[in-house]
C-alpha cells in the first residue's frame, strides 16, 4: 500500500541515483552512487527506496565534513 494515498496500485523498479551535495561546497564533494530498487505509486507518483549503510555513511561523513 502506498503510504502517501493507500493505492495498492505500485510498481518496482531499479534505479540508478546519483546524489550531489548541496551549496558551493558540495561542488568540491564527491557524488554518491545509489542502485536501489524503487517503489513507485502508480496513482499519485510517490516513491521510495532504502540506502545501504555504506553509502549512507558516506553522506553522513560528507555532510559533516
Known amino acids: ?8 496500485n505500485q510498481r518496482k523498479f531499479n534505479a540508478e541515483i546519483n546524489l550531489h551535495f ?15 530498487s524503487v517503489v513507485v505509486c502508480l496513482d499519485c507518483g510517490f516513491a521510495e527506496f532504502s540506502t545501504p549503510k555504506a553509502e ?4 553522513a561523513s560528507g555532510a559533516a565534513a
Open 56 to 59: 549512507l555513511g558516506k553522506l
Open 22 to 36: 548541496l551549496g558551493p561546497d558540495g561542488l568540491e564533494k564527491p557524488a554518491v552512487w545509489l542502485f536501489p
Open 1 to 8: 500500500m502506498c503510504r502517501s494515498c493507500g493505492s495498492p
